[in-house]
């Protein structure tokens, strides 16, 4: 997908992916963070932060759950 397209579909300008691309975005609203996302077929979830560092075993969970999402596969 094309920064053009993308813009289209999530409703925000090129721009704005230009520069959040390149690190040069201060603030990016709530919304603008969920259109981009639901463009791209993905979602935020919020979570309860952990007072611990996770262990080897759950980062490795993790891993094996992030695969699917690896598009270059």
Known sequence: MT??????????????????ENARLGELGYSKVTNILTALGLELRLQEISGRRPTLEELMEEGRDDQGLDRRR
């Open 3 to 20: 920064q053009s397209q993308l813009a289209q579909k999530a409703r925000v300008g090129i721009s704005t992916l230009d520069a959040l």
